[in-house]
């Protein structure tokens, strides 16, 4: 099997499964409670708590654990929103996951205005048009660090920046579940306030990611209870996974070159389809900068889905998309932001990569891509 | 090793750890994919579904899986308000644990009235004082099925019916995070509503949690995504933690006599303790039918956090109340709601029992209990 899904989901790692084990054998006790055993589990989910701000260049106590991305988004979203008082002015990104683009609803139940801001053809914000969008009424902005479908790397520094200078006390959003530690970001160092990062995306289990909420910054729980997480997210912790995702960040943070490893079987793979069929990148140039390194989106002239199905059978698992959306037919927001033809969006192939993959497999799947477009008669071998 | 705080957390059972590792390692695909081991994945869930349906006498399709109990009741009661039209009348059982109590200052936020109902001195809700609150403006009423700390189980069943006579559109929740496979409950057979479970009180993974919304029942999402769930919680599932959710149902299912398995380990202890020193019980007669199988709350004379750190030494593990708001000093709502006593709540200690206790840890426990009140002259060796 050769797994090229990685922003869909990713393998656990063993290091990953390691922790979540040792935590369900015997650091299952409630950190809330009062005795031994259970301060313990709260001193782990502690060091847990400093890993991860450590990898995000945070502060741990900015760190609020949640179940998903989603969640996270939701929570930083709807979260602030929740505390503005009056309507104002809210920016999305029109290439941004579902997540943070049907919070639109509930923002405009709250009062609140709703924009979007485009993409260039390559996928990355258009910073004039965003530029000309912005004044002191908007509150927050929401764009997010890396496209789940295109690998487009986006200028969230820039446009934090931008958003300050029009209003100095707006809040600025990052969805990081597909930059996080595979794109260089240090928040602390950064003008975002509000960053989301999930486990299973690095390798660690589903059911557990994080947002980070830069100290200052008043955003309104959406679950209720215990107090837990600051009061910003009540419920038992999910120790395990918390071990988990600690786990697969550490392990993560083991491989320094991590990016140019996932870049270098990226570019293998595309050079050896370049070389070899008609294709177009939905996105940015694959060896530029504004490309992440693990991201790799093709129009190869067959209907995604067919490609999926036939690459399934040479072994080979791939996207067509947003996983989180891949059953709805409807042409994806990042191929709408970017203003991509509806032909590109129905033929588009994602291959993402992960820690896991080798140059060897980019070799053995442009093959099995090959195979598949031969059956298929997209094109005449040369 | 004596752990009797089961309320606070369970110790996960084999079958759910090995179920859980199982889908780290092989079950890892995200379900919303189209290949092949994703839709096994989705297979896999929607059987952990059928599984905890039938658990709670509930439809699959009921069934929203949450992180927390306390995410599926605020779920439930904000998903709910948020969808009345006009400010209306909720009602919430005065001791319920912070995951609903605290939902009201949200609730208010939104329009909504918020009252409260009491208990009787033993814990139960005192019903005539309830039908008294009740009319056809209350659109949503909160009672538990048992209450974490006095263990009492509350009616339920006929405070739907009363309510549903007030006002047939009105919406029942319940938070069976105690209750659930513990106490009987059919909730296909039942007027209630909305009903909250928890993984980790039934011996399976934190993290993991679900909400039943009955057919016809309609809430708002409060994580907006990718659309899973029926679009009422979006995020990748967690799908070893739903594993290890079924694992566990289906290895509490397997003890048919599980209710009496732990209602003999409470007498047990209890019985030692009665016949040996003055103790005073918080909630209902332990013998009683509304006392729940699993949870004994005494006041033993000496404070409860000196008692509990006193237990830790002879190994022994309690709670002095709900675990999750440990911490904190203030009396806790269940103890407020049936009018106890300040000096009760402060020597309260809650014994709970799990389904890996036995009776001989009952007897050592008391044991124990008996050696740590000597050592603090609490009461003379007869």
Known sequence: MIYLDNSATTKPCEAAVQAMHE???NGWFNPSAAYGPAVRAEKRMWEARELLANAA?????????TASGSEADSLAILGSAARFHGGKRILLFAGEHPAVLRTKAQLEAMGHTVETFGAGPDGVVDLPRLVSMLDEHVALLSCMQVNNETGAIQPIEEIARLLKQANPQALMHVDGVQGFLRVPFRMERSLVDLYSVSAHKIHGPKGV???FVREGVRIAARV????QEHALRSGTENTPGIAGFAAAAQWMLSFPERAQALRAVKMRLYERLRGAVPLRVNGPDPGGESAAPHILNLSLGVRGEVMLHALEQEGVYVGTGSACSSKKREMSAAFRAMGAQKSA???????????MNTLEEAD???QAVLRCLQVYGAFQRR
């Not at 260049?57 to 654990?65: M, N, R, S, T």
């Not at 209720?224 to 107090?227: A, K, L, M, R, V």
């Not at 969006?345 to 820690?355: H, L, N, Y």
């Open 23 to 25: 935590a369900l054998e």
């Open 224 to 227: 209720e209870g215990g107090g």
């Open 345 to 355: 969006a129905e033929t588009a192939v994602r291959f993402s990569i992960g820690m």
């Open 57 to 65: 260049g945070a502060k741990p106590d900015w760190l609020v654990f």
């Open 209 to 211: 990611a994080a947002l």
């Open 364 to 366: 053995e799947a442009a």
